[in-house]
């Protein structure tokens, strides 16, 4: 099953993964387009995150192959370069990591410039814009541990966009950040999505935001449940598959 | 005052002192970051390990404790990359271990505890020229490299998922950075001693972390305020008859402490 669309930009073929002997993922075999706008979707312990991380090339599949524009991951690098990754913002307690805005944004560029050189102009250029797409030139010097939640999520965006990604790929972007920013936020995925023509996967358990803002969903439960539009993705049969009987969707009206 | 550069030995311990002045604080603040602050003291216990087998072989026991607290380094990485067992863990088992060892080896060659002292203190009088060559030259090589894998060095110490997910040689990097720890905390064995090296590592980077709003201002703030300390340290310590690490130290806290006082009433 081989497909060859050149608007595909990432291949999962029969990807299964097993960890001390379960199985995590069984057999998963999707493909995303260029320009896609994607929500994947499932319940925690269905292997959503360790679907992500095997895109990502942090974790090898049992079987099976993921490739970004034809390039399969782990084998070569470029596949890697493709990707800008926002990770899951996760609290850092009394952490102290003393970094400005603008250092943690360059970090972005860092794979893209590569070992034993500096940052030259293109990347200056590459920072600065990523900077000013997310709002976030105003604060470039101000103190990483002094910003809010919905702030750092900016600026941990504006450091994958740093890299000049075809495909942004965020896990649970929202978690701790507050309704309101929320709202701005995918407001923002939407507006660079179909501004720049990127690529966006992002991963969450509220399936409430998936259903209005992307325009399409994977469902993963083990194995992949269902792939499609949002509104197939509400049918109650892909419901109970994912989360039991007794869960009904109920869709707020906006 | 400065009949003190009249002495060869205290133009070495100065020459020594201020090459791992600049150094440790620069390996410190990527490990204090990276939640590895016991890393240094613990390469320094291995490093006693290493010198006690020197003293046995008659070896040149700074070349012999770097061997050691590199070999250790690697030891405590990929123990650590395994994940049966935590960083934490791996430290501490280190470090009490080799520690342990170290002192059977001294007590199986009975006879030098007195040199045992400068080596777990320090000693302004101790650097020799073989010595200072070393530490030159490894402590040119340790800041090369850092200079050099500033950038990987810093999107690892920050976040190590986002580094292998980009690419970057995040597990080598972490080699990297361990054994250039290593490296420095045995360079520093002559002038501060195995049991404080640690602290240099650390304290001047906690009194830069008051201040210090980039990461590059922090660590630059770290050095200065490390030289600060070590070379006070050395004057006091030739002056009053003082062992160097534990003077030199003693400085570096009282500068931590005026950081915390200052920056409560600034």
């Known amino acids: 099953m081989h497909i060859t669309d050149k608007n595909t930009c990432i291949e999962v073929e029969n990807v299964s993964f097993r960890y001390d002997g379960d199985s995590v993922l069984e057999n998963v075999t999707f493909s995303v387009n260029a320009g896609e706008y994607m929500g994947i979707i499932g319940p925690n312990g269905g292997g959503k995150t360790t679907l992500l991380k095997i895109i990502l090339g942090l974790l ?9 524009f034809g390039n399969e991951v782990g084998k070569s690098k470029k596949a890697l370069l493709q990707i800008g990754y926002v990770p899951q913002r996760i609290s850092r307690g009394d952490f102290h990591f003393p970094a400005t805005v603008e250092e943690i944004v ?4 860092t794979a893209r410039r590569g070992l034993l050189k500096w940052f030259n102009k293109e990347d200056k250029t590459a920072i600065e814009e990523a900077m000013e797409t997310t709002e976030i030139t105003g604060y470039r010097n101000r103190s990483m541990n002094k910003l809010s939640g919905g702030e750092q999520q900016k600026v941990f965006i504006a450091r994958a966009l740093a890299g000049e990604p075809k495909i942004l790929i965020l896990d649970e972007p929202v978690v701790g950040v507050d309704i309101t920013s ?4 995918y407001a923002f995925l939407q507006k660079i999505n179909q501004q720049f023509g990127l690529t966006i996967i992002f991963v969450s358990h509220d399936i409430d935001v998936i259903a209005h803002q992307v325009k399409s969903v994977l469902c993963i439960n083990r194995e992949l449940v269902c792939h499609g539009s949002p509104k197939e993705f509400i049918k109650e049969e892909f419901m109970e ?3 039991g009987k007794k869960v009904k969707f109920i869709l707020h009206g906006h | 005052m400065l009949e003190i550069f009249q002495f060869d030995f ?23 970051v990276r939640r590895y602050s016991l890393m240094a003291d613990t390469l320094a216990h291995v490093s006693l390990l290493g010198i006690s087998v020197g003293l046995i072989t008659k070896v040149n026991p700074i070349g012999t404790a770097i061997i050691a607290s590199v070999l250790g380094a690697i030891g405590i990485e990929k123990l650590r ?6 960083g934490e863990s791996a430290l501490a088992l280190f470090l009490s271990g080799s520690l342990a060892i170290a002192t059977v080896v001294i007590g199986l060659a009975k006879g030098f505890s007195v040199n045992l002292f400068s080596f777990l203190f320090g000693s302004i009088s101790t650097v020799s020229l073989i010595d200072l060559y070393l530490i030159i030259g490894l402590g040119i090589i340790v ?20 580094a292998q997910a980009n690419g970057v040689p995040a597990k080598a990097l972490n080699f990297i950075l361990v054994i250039l720890a290593a490296i420095t905390v045995s360079l520093s064995i002559r002038t501060i001693g195995v049991l404080l090296i640690g602290a240099l590592t650390v304290i001047p980077v906690l009194a830069a972390f008051q201040y210090g709003r980039s990461f590059r201002q922090t660590i630059l703030l770290s050095v200065i305020f490390s030289l600060i300390s070590v070379i006070s340290g050395l004057f006091l310590s030739f002056y009053f008859a003082l062992p160097s690490g534990g003077i030199i130290v003693v400085v570096a806290l009282v500068i931590f402490l005026l950081s915390l006082a200052i920056k409560k009433t600034g």
């Open chain 2, 143 to 162: 800041l090369a490299t850092i200079i050099l894998f500033y950038k990987e060095l810093f999107l690892v110490s920050f976040d190590e998922d986002l």
């Open chain 2, 81 to 86: 990359g395994g994940k049966k067992i935590s």
């Open chain 1, 60 to 68: 090898e599949p049992t079987t099976g192959t993921v490739k970004i």
């Open chain 1, 241 to 243: 598959k994912l989360y």
């Open chain 1, 106 to 109: 360059a970090s972005g560029r």
């Open chain 1, 182 to 185: 929320q709202e701005k936020f």
């Open chain 2, 10 to 32: 205290m133009i070495r311990a100065f020459t020594a002192g201020i090459t791992i002045a600049v150094i440790a604080p620069l390996i410190g603040s990527f490990l204090i």
